[in-house]
Structure formats: structure tokens, C-alpha cells
Nanobody, 123 residues
Framework: QVQLVESGGGLVQAGGSLRLSCAAS????????AAWFRQAPGKEREFVAA????????YYADPVKGRFTFSRDNAKNTVYLQMNSLKPEDTAVYHC????????????????WGQGTQVTVSS
């Protein structure tokens, strides 16, 4: 079993950048596929980005393509989400998720979840 803890959220102006981190404990993150999801107030949780455990495959939701980048540092047992050119519509709680099975874009594809970190983008 793996425990996930997100950090790096905060308040930023539109056009700014943030880097979210998700640290894993309990197991080696390199054995898990990982993803980021987000949930805005009053909305359902939605897929943001996913990365295979080998790092060879990365998927992005259309609204974040070209602005967000998923990366891994297996030595630190951490995955990251670099978010550039932020927009007010990116405001949400961002959750990290992991699974040992297969990388996917649905919530149901993932077995382990972090508590989330708040990202607020002001206009």
C-alpha cells in the first residue's frame, strides 16, 4: 500500500505558475502509475494528467495541454505537476492518485489517493 501527500498549492494570479508535488511513502513510486485529478467547487472531479510508471507515456486533458507538465523523480519518490499560464478556471483542489495496475484517465482506474492541495487562480 502507498500513502500520497500533495503539496505546492496556493494563490496565484492568472498567467502565473505553480508546481505541485505528490510524495509517496510506504512503497516505491516507480512501481505505480500516477495521475492528477482536480475538483472545482460544485463540480465533479476531473482528470488532469497521467503518467505510466516507466515514464514513457503521459496523457493530458485537453484544457491543460501545452500548459501543464507531469514529471517524476523516482529518487525522491515524488511526482510533480508543473502548471504554467494558469487561468481562473484552473481553480480547484488537486489530487494525486496511484495504481499498480494500468495507467488510465478515470477515477476508477486508481486505488490510492492523496487528500489534495488547493489551487486558487485570481483574475
Amino acid at each position: 500500500q502507498v500513502q500520497l501527500v500533495e503539496s505546492g498549492g496556493g494563490l496565484v494570479q492568472a498567467g502565473g505558475s505553480l508546481r505541485l508535488s505528490c510524495a509517496a511513502s510506504g512503497r516505491t513510486f516507480s512501481t505505480y502509475h500516477a495521475a492528477w485529478f482536480r475538483q472545482a467547487p460544485g463540480k465533479e472531479r476531473e482528470f488532469v494528467a497521467a503518467n505510466s510508471r516507466s515514464g514513457s507515456m503521459t496523457y493530458y486533458a485537453d484544457p491543460v495541454k501545452g500548459r501543464f507538465t507531469f514529471s517524476r523523480d523516482n529518487a525522491k519518490n515524488t511526482v510533480y505537476l508543473q502548471m504554467n499560464s494558469l487561468k481562473p478556471e484552473d481553480t480547484a483542489v488537486y489530487h494525486c492518485a496511484a495504481t499498480p495496475l494500468r495507467v488510465g484517465v478515470r477515477e476508477s482506474d486508481y486505488d490510492y489517493w492523496g487528500q489534495g492541495t488547493q489551487v486558487t487562480v485570481s483574475s
